[in-house]
C-alpha cells in the first residue's frame, strides 16, 4: 500500500517511535518555532490521534502538517529508524483528502500539468517582471530584487526571468564528434524557466567529455511540489508524462541538476506508480540509470582534468537536503571542487542544515523561511569566501537571497557552473600560449 494512498500505509512507521525527542535536535522548524508541533515526534502524536479516531483532520491540522520542510534531518537523527519521509507525505496526502488542496496550490499544480499555460505564464511574467517591479541588479549575478510584497515575503529575492526558457534554446538532441556515450538530460522547472545559466553548464560540461545530450522537449515538472504537498494524482500525471517522454527518445543514462529532480527519478516515480503494471517496470528502469550531474561526472564517466583551467575563487559549499540525505551525494561535489586549480575549498558550520526554501514552503511560510535562511547566512558568512556553491537550483535562490538580503559580498552558484567556468579558463589559457 502506498504512502500516498492510505494513512493506514504508516501504521509500522508510527509504531517504531519512542518519542525519545532526537528529532528535536535537528529539526530546523523546531530551532525557529520552539513548539514541540514543529519536530517530527510532536506531528507523529498528530498522526496517532487521527488514525486511532480521537481527533479529526481539520484545517487546521493540516496547516501543522505543513510545517516541515522536509529536510530529513529527523529521519537522520532518529535512534529507531523512523522514517518521517514517509509519515509526512502519508499525513499530508490524508490532508487533501480530507479538507481538499489549498486554492492556490490547486492552481499551482493545475499550472505545472499544462506545460504550453506554464510557458506562456512565465514569458508573461519575464514581461511584468521588468516593467512593473523595482529591481535593484545584483553586481555578479544578474539577479533582481522584487520589492513588492506580493504575500511570500517582501524580503524575498528572485532571478530575472530569462526571456527564453532552456528547452527553446536548444535542439532535442546536441550532437558532439565521436560521442562516448547518450545521455538525456531532465532539466527541471527551476532550471528551464529561472536558471538556463545551470542549464547551459551542464551542456557545456557534458559535451566537452564528448557526450551526446538530448534534451526532451515534452518533459514536464518532476511533480516533487504536487507529492509532498499530498496531490499524488497531479504527481503520478507528471511522472508519466515524463516517463514516456525520455523512452521515446531514449539514452543510456539521465542526468540531473536539481536535487529534488534527482530523488523524484531515483524514488518518487517508482513510488507513485507502484500499482501500474506498464510504468511502474519504466519507472525502475529509468531509476536504475539516473544521476546527479556531480555523481556522474565522479562514478559514471569521469571527467576530464586536462582541459581545466584555473579560477580563482574562496568556495564554501551548501549541500541540498534531497541531494545529501535524500541521494547520500556529499563527497562528489566537494571532490569536482576540489579538482579545479584556483579554487579554495573552506567548510561552512554544518553545511547539510536545510536552508529554509523546501519549494512551496518557504511561499506558506515565508517568515519562518527566512529565519531558517538568516542562520544559514550568518554560517556563510563566517567562511569568508567569495562564493556559494551548491547543488540544487532552489537552494541557490533561497541562498543568493539571504546573502543578498544581508549584503554580503557573495555568488551563490551551482558546482557545475564553476566546473564549465574552469573549462573556458582551460580553453583561454591554450589560446594564449
Ligand atoms: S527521534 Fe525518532 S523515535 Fe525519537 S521522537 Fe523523533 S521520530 Fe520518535
Ligand atoms: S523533515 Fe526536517 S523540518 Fe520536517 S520534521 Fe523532520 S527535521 Fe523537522
Redesign the pocket.
Known amino acids: 500500500m502506498s504512502v500516498y494512498d492510505s494513512l493506514d500505509s504508516i501504521t509500522e512507521e508510527l509504531r517504531k517511535c519512542m518519542k525519545c525527542g532526537n ?1 528535536q535536535a ?5 530551532k525557529e518555532s520552539r513548539q514541540e508541533v ?3 515526534r510532536g ?1 507523529i502524536s498528530l498522526i496517532e490521534f487521527i488514525l486511532s479516531g480521537e481527533i479529526d483532520m481539520t484545517k487546521g491540522l493540516s496547516e501543522r502538517l505543513s510545517l ?8 537522520n537523527n532518529c535512534p529507531c529508524g523512523v522514517r ?2 514517509k509519515i ?1 507525505l502519508a499525513g499530508r496526502a490524508e490532508a487533501v483528502r480530507k479538507q481538499g488542496m489549498h486554492p492556490v496550490k490547486k492552481i499551482a499544480f493545475t499550472a505545472l500539468k499544462m506545460q504550453r499555460m506554464f510557458d506562456f505564464g512565465l514569458k508573461a511574467g519575464s514581461i511584468f517582471q521588468s516593467v512593473a517591479l523595482k529591481h535593484i541588479p545584483n553586481r555578479h549575478s544578474k539577479l533582481a530584487r522584487m520589492r513588492v510584497d506580493i504575500g511570500i515575503g517582501k524580503d524575498k529575492v528572485f532571478p530575472m526571468l530569462p526571456k527564453k526558457t532552456l528547452r527553446s534554446e536548444f535542439p532535442e538532441v546536441i550532437k558532439v564528434k565521436n560521442p562516448i556515450m547518450r545521455v538525456a538530460f531532465f532539466t527541471g522547472c527551476m532550471i528551464n524557466y529561472f536558471y538556463t545559466d545551470i542549464g547551459r553548464a551542464v551542456i557545456e560540461v557534458l559535451t566537452e567529455n564528448d557526450i551526446e545530450v538530448v534534451i526532451p522537449k515534452f518533459q514536464a515538472c518532476c511533480g516533487i511540489p504536487a507529492s509532498v504537498n499530498g496531490d499524488a494524482n497531479s504527481a503520478r500525471t507528471l511522472a508519466k508524462r515524463n516517463l514516456r517522454a525520455f523512452e521515446r527518445m531514449g539514452a543510456d543514462a539521465l542526468v540531473v541538476a536539481c536535487s529534488s529532480g534527482g530523488t523524484a527519478w531515483k524514488h518518487v516515480f517508482g513510488e507513485l506508480l507502484e500499482n501500474d503494471p506498464e510504468l511502474k517496470p519504466l519507472a525502475d528502469k529509468w531509476a536504475a540509470k539516473s544521476y546527479d550531474i556531480s555523481e556522474f561526472l565522479i562514478h559514471q564517466v569521469p571527467f576530464k582534468k586536462e582541459g581545466l583551467g584555473r579560477v580563482s575563487r574562496k568556495v564554501t559549499y551548501h549541500e541540498p537536503c534531497h541531494l545529501n540525505r535524500g541521494q547520500g551525494i556529499s563527497s562528489e561535489p566537494r571532490e569536482i571542487l576540489k579538482s579545479i586549480p584556483g579554487v579554495e575549498l573552506i567548510e561552512m558550520k554544518d553545511p547539510g542544515r ?1 536552508c529554509g526554501m523546501a519549494g512551496s514552503f518557504s511561499l506558506v511560510h515565508p517568515d519562518i523561511s527566512v529565519q531558517i535562511s538568516d542562520r544559514k547566512t550568518d554560517d556563510i558568512a563566517q567562511t569568508h569566501t567569495d562564493t556559494v556553491a551548491t547543488g540544487c537550483p532552489a537552494c541557490r535562490m533561497q541562498l543568493q537571497s539571504g546573502v543578498e538580503n544581508a549584503q554580503i559580498d557573495e555568488e551563490v552558484l551551482h558546482t557545475i557552473q564553476i566546473l564549465a567556468e574552469s573549462y573556458r579558463a582551460g580553453k583561454k589559457e591554450q589560446k594564449s600560449l
Open positions: 528529532c535537528v529539526c530546523p522548524i523546531y514543529g519536530a517530527a506531528k516541515c520542510t522536509t529536510c530529513n534531518a529527523c529521519s518521517f519521509d509526512i536545510c
